[in-house]
């Protein structure tokens, strides 16, 4: 299985930036074996990267989506428009998603299932705060957190679902300061819910999703964060915005 290497730029690089950014990218990946890697950039790039990574190795995905396929809600894209578009993956349940637009288990699961019934992919985030990992919440919350997000799914849909560790204590969300999580913590909080997907489906489900790391993985750090045997792969996000940077944790992907 590659691992999943996926950038969520968030609310970064417009048109031309971005642009300039896959130019310089593609010529840094030219020989990447064993990482599949995923572009997640604002809605108004999208149409310009696809254009930009045709007959490359990346893929294009969204860091949202509305439920519906149509109607009347101003602001957003359905997964009609993102596959429209030539999205082939989307980020659903993302930290700030949850925190800044009050997003909740019942609505993003509302998402999983319209990604899936779309033909997208679902890169689903879930992960604990710190007062939750204060009070020994983690696997409480994530498994609450995966038990409503996956409900009414199956273990056929499973197979294109990733599921993305994302705690958000982890986050350094461009604080100079900030201190990542150690791998072993990123392990534990992956094999926490590797378990659980055994439990809520079986041993083969839980062994063949990508459960991949999403807390301030960087060049420094993703090499051994990547090697941990339940770790399949990053959701990037501020260290996606340099090309080079970027490159050097793809280079860092193996085959799990």
């Not at 602001?75 to 009609?80: T, Y």
């Not at 590797?194 to 750090?221: C, H, Q, W």
Request: hydrophobic share 40%; charged share 30%.
């Amino acid at each position: 299985m590659r691992q999943l290497i996926a950038a969520n730029w968030k609310m970064n690089k417009a048109g031309k930036e971005a642009i300039q950014f896959i130019d310089e990218f593609k010529k840094l990946i030219k020989n990447i074996k064993y990482a599949e890697i995923v572009i997640c950039p604002s809605f108004t790039a999208l149409n310009e990267i696809k254009k930009s990574i045709i007959n490359s190795k990346i893929k294009l995905g969204a860091q949202n989506m509305h439920f519906e396929n149509s109607g009347a809600f101003t602001g957003e894209a359905s997964p009609l428009m993102l596959k429209d578009v030539g999205c082939e993956y989307v980020i659903l349940g993302h930290s700030e998603r949850r925190e800044f637009f009050t997003e909740d288990d019942e609505l993003i699961n509302k998402k999983v299932i319209a990604a899936l019934n779309n033909g997208l992919c679902p890169i689903l985030c879930v992960g604990e705060n710190l007062e939750q990992r204060k009070n020994n919440k983690t696997k409480e919350v994530v498994e609450q957190q995966l038990r409503i997000c996956l409900k009414n799914i199956d273990k056929k849909q499973m197979t294109k679902i990733n599921i993305a560790y994302e705690p958000v204590w982890a986050i350094s969300r461009g604080d100079p300061n900030h201190k990542a999580a150690t791998p072993e913590d990123a392990e534990e909080g992956h094999k926490l819910i590797r378990n659980f997907l055994e439990k809520m489906f079986d041993s083969a489900t839980a062994k063949n999703t990508r459960v991949i790391y999403g807390g301030s993985m960087k060049p420094e750090n993703a090499k051994e964060l990547l090697s941990m045997p339940n770790i399949d792969g990053g959701l990037v996000g501020n260290a996606s915005l340099d090309a080079k940077s970027f490159a050097e944790i793809v280079k860092s992907a193996k085959l799990n």
